[in-house]
């Protein structure tokens, strides 16, 4: 008769040896999932340009324009465009299918696995595309792919994270992750690249092009996860989402910038440029010292913005000097956070703290993509506080800074077995002189003998 002789798995107590030899393959796995951030990234970056562009506010709200003379027929420039509601609608609604994704996105991928999770996502994805294209003048068809759209970001944008961290060596973890974000940046600066250059076009390609070009990003995940190995088992400011959803139209609309498109595309530029930073930085300085001095000196820039805007920047007075410097001040305020903010949960609830930590985002992108157009919009019924708005931003960095201050452990070199160790026996504002003392084998009494033959290869033999 055939059996099965199990030994039980054991470990060092060697806190310098609590990780396998590092592969080639462990680091193309993460960069290759890294890859989803363009993915995203592209999602985000497209929908600014798209509601600017002539053919789309014509076919959406029926006015017209004479691309002769580059100025719609009967109405001023500045009130060209959408109304705020439909602007509202059609980007919030992006957000309101990821939250509802990522919110689950956790417990299906503890389920069935992190990368059937992705792949379902990439399928939604492409359905939602699918949807937006066939749109013509029908908003409910298209706010209904953008709801699909969003679905299945949800689920990419919870699990790729989490399934970089498990698969990351400790001492790249915070690298690669922030590689991820500058894929992000990528994608949105890529975005707004096709929107420039699609921008004028007098027929539907004009705004087809830029969802189209999504299901490349799409293919190229979900085909490429298919074929790699199987994966079992924060807070983010705002207001650097408003410059990506409506910067197209609300430079537009401030009336003192004579090529949106052109604006818009420079700053994604700068955030693209700006990530690669925060590659040195976050292993160099860790994480808390970053998210600290970045949300002060967000802060500060965008209160500055919102000062210049109010006096000197006004179209009335027509002072360029001043403009070209809230442009400066907002591609600096953008340095700032994409070369510091970047997330992590106690390994029992990883997947779950993640889609939730991921969900709470995406909710308050939705938050943000409803009322904004309302706050900036220049119709009758909208605030129309041009760039008093970065007021409000600004205060909100207030948030970001108390969260980072009181909240955020310090993980700068640890696994995740010690993370969570580290959360459990210290706060937040303690973590950088927590040292840990003894190994995961050492906790759960599996300490292997020096010089034993024994490996986890043999754990299991027939007799």
Not at 103 to 117: E, H
Not at 136 to 149: D, T
Request: hydrophobic residues 50%; charged residues 10%; glycine residues 10%.
């Amino acid at each position: 008769m055939v059996g099965v002789a199990t030994f039980p798995i054991s470990g060092t107590a060697d806190l310098s040896r609590v990780e396998a030899p590092v592969t080639l393959k462990a680091y193309l796995l993460c960069a290759f999932a890294a890859f989803g951030g363009i993915f995203f990234g592209y999602d985000t970056g497209w929908m600014s340009g798209v509601l600017a562009m002539p053919f789309f506010i014509t076919q959406y709200a029926g006015i017209e324009f004479d691309y002769a003379l580059g100025k719609p027929i009967g109405v001023d420039p500045i009130q060209f465009g959408l109304p705020s509601s439909t602007k509202s609608l059609m980007t919030s609604i992006l957000s309101c299918g990821t939250f509802f994704g990522a919110l689950i996105a956790g417990d299906v991928g503890d389920f069935i696995g992190r990368r059937p999770t992705i792949i379902i996502g990439c399928v939604v994805f492409c359905v939602g595309c699918i949807l937006e294209i066939a749109s013509a003048n029908q908003v409910v068809l298209f706010v209904m792919g953008r709801l699909l759209s969003g679905l299945g970001v949800g689920f990419i944008s919870a699990i790729i994270l989490l399934y970089m961290s498990e698969v990351a060596p400790r001492r790249v973890r915070g690298a690669l992750v922030s590689g991820y974000q500058f894929c992000i940046t990528l994608g949105i600066l890529l975005a707004n690249c096709v929107t420039y250059a699609t921008a004028n076009r007098n027929d539907t390609g004009s705004y087809r092009i830029p969802v189209g070009i999504q299901f490349l990003w799409a293919l190229i995940l979900g085909i490429g996860l298919s074929i790699l190995c199987k994966c079992y088992p924060y807070a983010y400011p705002e207001s650097q989402n408003f410059i990506f959803y409506f910067g197209t139209t609300f430079f537009q609309q401030l009336g003192t910038m004579h090529n949106p498109f052109l604006i818009s595309l420079v700053a994604t530029l700068v955030n693209a440029l700006s990530t690669p930073l925060s590659f040195w930085a976050i292993e160099k300085l860790g994480r808390r010292p970053l998210l600290i001095c970045g949300a002060i000196r967000m802060i500060v820039s965008q209160f500055i913005v919102a000062t210049v805007g109010v006096t000197a920047g006004r179209a009335e007075v027509a002072n360029y000097d001043a403009v070209r410097a809230m442009i400066a001040l907002i591609c600096i305020y953008i340095f700032f956070f994409a070369s510091t903010w970047a997330p992590c949960f106690p390994l029992p609830i990883r997947s779950r703290g993640v889609g939730v930590s991921t969900a709470s985002n995406w909710f308050w992108n939705c938050i943000i993509g409803v009322i904004t157009p309302y706050m900036v919009g220049n119709e009758p019924g909208s605030a129309n506080l041009g760039p008093k708005v970065f007021y409000i931003w600004g205060s909100l960095c207030f948030l970001s800074l108390a969260f980072a201050y009181f909240l955020v452990p310090e993980m700068k070199g640890l696994t995740l077995e010690q993370i969570d160790g580290m959360m459990e026996e210290t706060a937040p504002r303690k973590s950088g002189a927590w040292k840990p003392t003894t190994t995961f084998a050492a906790q759960m009494g599996r300490v292997r003998q020096e010089g034993s033959p024994r490996h986890e290869k043999q754990a299991m033999r027939a007799v």
